[in-house]
Structures are given as structure tokens and as C-alpha cells.
């Protein structure tokens, strides 16, 4: 009855103590009620699947397959499996742990000592024992909560950072096959223009035989098809390093995609941005950054715990006999239960040099969570600035494709009634190759505005996309 007493005491003294350090409170940040370019995402909100809205069959499959077998997400899982294994070690760290052990001992004790020899109990002697054994702290000062609060904290931060490289591979594979397509148009543009500088470098020397052009003719001519065929050869390095970046990224070194000459990707509409406090548990590097706040926090009273004094309980039960075939008989059963203080008096600073580094770490980490925050911000203002103004580049672009096009047609009708000299002719091809160029160009810069758009504001969430 009494032990019944004392064990209830107790416990009621550890559901009243309260757990040391400070509680975490999110911190004061820079507030933004609205983002001033809102104006140009007012579309729906991030999709989980969101690349699916390019439209592209090829794309899908390489973003399933990076999801699956690229490096650094498997890196970040491993993580998060890392954390997982070290709140699970934390959370048995406040149960109990009960040992099972056995052993033989033989001693010999001295003739002249104080154990007595007599005919039953010789010099030499043997004892057998077995039995439970376990060693509890109490958790008075919730040390140990403090521990499983931070661990918990470090393992929501991991899980959110995998889901930041998750969003980070997906926008760098789209952007990836982007560029990829946009050098299949930018290459049969540029191909286009090399064969158009051929002819007419080779009209300029058809001119020299007849008196009619120079030899400073001669040289620009050979100045313009150089260039041309040097901006053939940046294309195709640029094409084959983007291919080459996407095979690294979805573990295929050998990939090669098929050129397609003509835009096969649909940038679909901006998303929606909501509003900038949506940020603080939409990004998974800034949930990620107040995580690791809050785990940085709990350390603190953890560290803190050390300035008091250590209780815990310690029991055994077993049985012990001179003979193993005796050994569970009646009588031969052993008990052993305990209660051990130990209090700190002296340690010459050690704990306070814990706790204020503690306290110092948990301020890098608050100054980390709102520059993460601030970035957000930033990013999620580029991104709407560049969807907007990439969005004038194109409409700029199509008119110039058309009226390029447009003054092809008539330069091709003109040269038909021999009324345009082939010069003239190749000057509205080069232009009309030059617009196609300049359009794949601009449509890449507004497809990768729309990508770092989304990634600017974190993606989709599980949670939320769940409920969509």
C-alpha cells in the first residue's frame, strides 16, 4: 500500500510539473497585406499535378521519373527517415527500458577472510541467478518532453524541405525540357539563317565577278554568315547541355529527345497568388525555417534541465541459487527497487556555456525564419513581374511574327512578278527566321516565369491539394 501510495504521488507530482525553458511563440515579421502585381495571376490555385498543364505526354513522364529516381530527392527522404528514427529513439527515451539478463560466477573465497568455510559451504563456490532488471528517469522538469518536442520539430522540418526539393526538381525539369523545345525552334530558326547568309554571301561573290559589289562587300557578307553559323553552333551546345541536364535529373545519362521544330508547349494561365500570410504555411522552406525555430526553441529547455536535480526509479527481479537445477525453486527469488537523486552543485559554468549557446542558436535560427520569409516575399514580387511583363514581350512577339511573315508573303509575290531583287527576297526569309528565333526565345522567358511563379508560392501542398 505504501509503494501504491508513493507511486501515485508521483505521478500526480509529474502531470503538475511543468516542462522548463521557454514556449515557443511564433516571432513578430515583416508583414505585406497584399502583393502590388497581384493583378496578373488571378487564376486557379496551384495544382498538385500542376506541370500536367503545359500538356506535353513527353513531360509528364520525365517529371514521374524524376520523382522516382533522382538523387537529391532520395537524399531528402533518406532524411526525413533520418528524423523519423530519431523522434522514435526520443519518444522510447520516456518509457522504461527492462533488461533481461543471466549469469554463473564462481569464486573462491580465503581461508583467513571473513565468509566462513564450513562442510556445507566450501572455499569454492558457484551461484546461478536470472531476472528482469530496469532504470527509469523521471521526467520532473520535461527534459524529456523538451527533447521529443524538438525532435518532432526537426522531423516536420526535414519532411518539409523534401517537399521543397520535390517542388525544386519538378520546376527544373519542366524549365529543362522547356529550354530543350524552345532550342528545337530557336535551331531550325537559326539553321535557317545560316543558309540564308550562305546565299548571300555566295550573290555577293556572283557580284564581284560582274563589277558589281566590293571586296568590303565581300568581307561583311563573310562577317554575317560567321555569326551565323556561330549562333548554329551555341544553339545546338545549348540544346545538348539542357538534354544532358535532364537526363541527370531524372537518372537517364543516355536520354535523347526528338527535335521538334515547332512549339508544342501551351503555357497555361498564371496561378492564383492569395495572399502573402497564406506564404508563411504554403512554402515548404519557410515552414521548414520555423520548425527548425521551434526545435531550436525546445533545446533550450532541455539544455536548461541539467540546473536541476535528476530523479529515477530502478528496479530488479530475479532469482539466484547455488544450483541451476534449483534455481526457480521456492525462496530463491531476488527484489531490488529504488529511488536515485542527483542534483547538480558544481560544475564551473558547463550548463550556463549550454544554455547560452542554446539561446544562440535558436536566435540564428528566428533571424533564418524571417529571412526566409522576406525571400518569399521577394520571390513571389519577381515572379508576377516577370509573368506580367513576359506576357507584353509575347504578345509583342506574335505581332512581330506576323507582320515578319506578313512582308515574307509579299516580298515571295513581289519576286514571283520579278518586281523584288533576290536580295531583297533573303533580307524578309533572314527577317521572318530572325522573329521565329526571337519568339521562342521570349516564349521560353514566359513559360519560365510561370514556373517560377509556382515556385515561388511553394506549389501544392498535400494537405490542401487534398481538398481541392
Known amino acids: 500500500m505504501r509503494n501504491l501510495i508513493l507511486s501515485g504521488s508521483i505521478c500526480s507530482l509529474l502531470l503538475c510539473a511543468c516542462a522548463v525553458g521557454p514556449d515557443y511563440e511564433r516571432p513578430k515579421l515583416p508583414e505585406l497585406a497584399a502583393y502590388p502585381e497581384s493583378k496578373a495571376a488571378t487564376g486557379q490555385p496551384v495544382m498538385a499535378d500542376w506541370w500536367k498543364g503545359f500538356h506535353d505526354t513527353d513531360l509528364d513522364g520525365l517529371v514521374a521519373d524524376a520523382l522516382k529516381a533522382n538523387t ?15 523522434l522514435s529513439e526520443v519518444v522510447g527515451a520516456m518509457l522504461p527500458q527492462v533488461n533481461a539478463g543471466a549469469g554463473v560466477s564462481r569464486n573462491t573465497v580465503s581461508n583467513n577472510g571473513y565468509s566462513p568455510i564450513t562442510s556445507f559451504a566450501g572455499r569454492d563456490r558457484t ?40 517542388l525544386a526538381l519538378t520546376a527544373s525539369v519542366v524549365r529543362t525540357y522547356a529550354l530543350v523545345r524552345a532550342s528545337d525552334i530557336q535551331l531550325a ?33 563573310e562577317v554575317a554568315r560567321s555569326a551565323a553559323i556561330a549562333a548554329l553552333s551555341d544553339t ?35 496561378p492564383a497568388v492569395g495572399l502573402p500570410s497564406d506564404l508563411l504555411r504554403q512554402r515548404p522552406d519557410v515552414v521548414a525555417a520555423e520548425q527548425a525555430l ?12 541539467a540546473y536541476f536535480p535528476t530523479f529515477s526509479l530502478t ?61 518569399a516575399f521577394r520571390e513571389v514580387r519577381d515572379a508576377l513581374v516577370d509573368v506580367r511583363e513576359t506576357n507584353v514581350a509575347a504578345e509583342a512577339g506574335r505581332r512581330r511574327l506576323l507582320a515578319s511573315s506578313e512582308a515574307y508573303r509579299i516580298a515571295e509575290e513581289r519576286k514571283g512578278l520579278g518586281q ?27 513559360l519560365g516565369a510561370q514556373v517560377d511563379l509556382v515556385k515561388a508560392l511553394g506549389g501544392a501542398r498535400p494537405d490542401l491539394a487534398a481538398r481541392r
Open 72 to 86: 537529391d530527392l532520395r537524399i531528402a527522404v533518406a532524411r526525413v527517415e533520418e528524423a523519423s528514427a530519431g
Open 294 to 305: 521551434v526545435a531550436a526553441n525546445a533545446r533550450i529547455g532541455y539544455v536548461k534541465a
Open 127 to 166: 551461484s546461478y541467478s536470472g531476472g528482469l532488471s530496469t532504470s527509469f528517469e523521471l521526467d520532473f522538469w520535461g527534459k524529456l518532453r523538451r527533447a521529443s518536442e524538438a525532435a518532432r520539430a526537426q522531423l516536420l522540418s526535414v519532411s518539409e524541405a523534401r517537399l521543397q526539393v520535390e
Open 236 to 270: 545546338r551546345r545549348a540544346r545538348a547541355q539542357a538534354e544532358h541536364l535532364l537526363g541527370a535529373l531524372v537518372g537517364q545519362p543516355g536520354i535523347i529527345l526528338t527535335v521538334r521544330p515547332l512549339n508544342s508547349l501551351v503555357t497555361p494561365p498564371a
Open 315 to 375: 528496479g530488479a527481479l530475479g532469482v539466484e541459487s547455488r544450483e541451476l537445477s534449483s534455481l526457480f525453486s521456492t525462496g530463491n527469488g531476488t527484489s531490488q527497487f529504488g529511488l536515485n537523486a542527483s542534483v547538480p552543485i558544481f560544475d564551473f559554468g558547463r550548463t550556463g556555456a549550454r544554455v547560452e549557446a542554446a539561446v544562440a542558436i535558436q536566435h540564428q535560427a528566428a533571424a533564418a525564419y524571417e529571412k526566409a520569409v522576406l525571400n
Open 420 to 446: 523584288a531583287s533576290p536580295t531583297e527576297f533573303l533580307v524578309a526569309r533572314r527577317v521572318m527566321a530572325e522573329s521565329r528565333v526571337a519568339v521562342a526565345r521570349i516564349m521560353l522567358d514566359r
Open 189 to 221: 530558326g537559326a539553321e535557317e539563317i545560316k543558309n540564308i547568309r550562305d546565299e548571300e554571301y555566295r550573290i555577293t561573290e556572283e557580284r564581284i565577278k560582274v563589277g558589281a559589289a566590293s571586296a568590303h562587300d565581300r568581307a561583311q557578307a
